[in-house]
């Protein structure tokens, strides 16, 4: 498995504020991918992001809300910009690891937003 | 069309019996993998178990096995001698592919109580 750290775990924020969120892996991988969870719902992936590339996001989401930095092979950002109450969400990094001749997912204790 | 169906939003089950959580899929590459997650109320989304579409057996970890039935594309988790602990979302995953990149796709979950 990995070690997968977030911070912040929880927060509450204001409207029109930005909130960022760090991932932190316990071993270099060379993807890390960040979820969004909404109250009652599935998981969507946002984007993946490569150290030292763009992140690549997917359809309905676009990097001027969602900016995401990769610095190095452990630690990545997502940061929620211009926020509204549509954006309360569980947010959650994940990193892949090979076991048993399969890359699985493992996913980071996630950070649960409340925008007000 | 869904990708992964969970058709049922909540489960019942009394300690120490079994429970299986359906899931059926929906793809046209022959290679695909299917996950199950565990996500209990703290929010963090736990790997459970793994099937590859080639694996001639069931997967099994522990207390957990996957009743994988190809022709039917359903990939139903079974729970043996469930425990107050198993009390959480259930979520179905699959990627489709072999080589490259190929984002999970999540099931809308299934609710597991279990009751003393």
Redesign the interface.
Known sequence: ?AVISQKPSRDICQRGTSLTIQCQVDSQVT?M?WYR?QPG?????IA?ANQGSEATY?SGFVIDKFPISRPNLTFSTLTVSNMSPEDSS?Y?C?V?RG????D???????T?LTVL | AQKITQTQPGMFVQEKEAVTLDCTYDTSDPSYGLFWYKQPSSGEMIFLIYQGSYDQQNATEGRYSLNFQKARKSANLVISASQLGDSAMYFCAMREGSTGFQKLVFGTGTRLLVSP
């Open positions: 498995s993807m991918f969870q719902q599935s998981l969507t992936l993946t997917e569980i959650l994940s892949e076991v048993r001749n399969t699985t997912q493992y996913f980071g204790p996630g649960r």
